[in-house]
């Protein structure tokens, strides 16, 4: 996939809001491969939403998105999948962790699936993130910065097109933050993938090609 469009899209809840300030809703824009952007919002503008639409999750909205001049509309569930296998690698903001599992049970439910990193390489990220000693324990016991960073483990054992990163660093400190930007940059830079990233005010520490302001 080499690019993703929304064009004079707008969710149906906010119908009628035709003078709406916004660099996407109700714009034409593009978003390309190998680049890198950040979707800075405020609470209520529909920055969860925009992902999910993206993902496919919802489609309560006018407009067209299309992948690669494909609206998205026409695609088929095995079309689906193949996207969320190989082409958009999804971290919501709300993480979707298996609570009773192990953190390393969560990273390795994706990685069977992908194959795409190896144990040791698994092991690393959980080093460099500074949480190797919570690999075996429950998600359910994990603090929510520690449950965000296996989120984001998880999210880069995939071969993508693009990384769809929601809030991703929103209970991260500075330390974290940037920890987390290299590792995910380092990701994308090996496949050529673009970067989405969005915020609602603690930015992943990106350098971008373009900032929308949702």
């Known amino acids: 996939m080499e690019k993703i469009e929304l064009k004079h899209t707008l969710p149906n809840v906010f119908a009628g809001r035709e003078n709406t300030a916004s660099d996407i809703w109700l714009q034409d824009i593009a978003l390309l491969k190998g680049k890198r952007y ?62 009773e599992l192990t953190a390393l049970e969560n990273v390795e439910l994706k990685n069977r699936i992908t194959q795409h990193k190896t144990r040791q390489e698994i092991e690393g990220l ?25 989120a984001v483990i998880r999210t880069l054992c995939q071969t993508a097109d693009f990384f769809l990163l929601d809030e991703p660093v929103s209970h991260l400190d500075e330390t974290n933050n940037r920890t987390v930007a290299r590792l ?18 603690n930015h992943l520490q990106l350098d971008v090609d373009q900032t929308f302001n949702l």
């Open 126 to 150: 959980f080093e460099v993130l500074g949480i190797a000693d919570k690999m075996q324990s429950t998600v359910a016991r994990l603090s929510i910065g520690q449950q965000q960073r296996v």
């Open 38 to 99: 950040l979707i800075a919002a405020e609470s209520g503008t529909g920055k969860s939403s925009l992902c999910a639409f993206i993902y496919g999750y919802r489609n309560d909205y006018s407009g067209t998105i299309a992948f690669d001049q494909r609206d998205v509309r026409t695609m088929s569930i095995d079309d689906w999948c193949r996207v969320r296998c190989e082409h958009i690698a999804y971290m919501p903001q709300e993480m979707r962790l298996f609570p």
């Open 184 to 201: 995910v940059t380092d990701e994308a830079a090996k496949q050529g993938a673009g970067i989405i990233a969005t915020s609602v005010g």
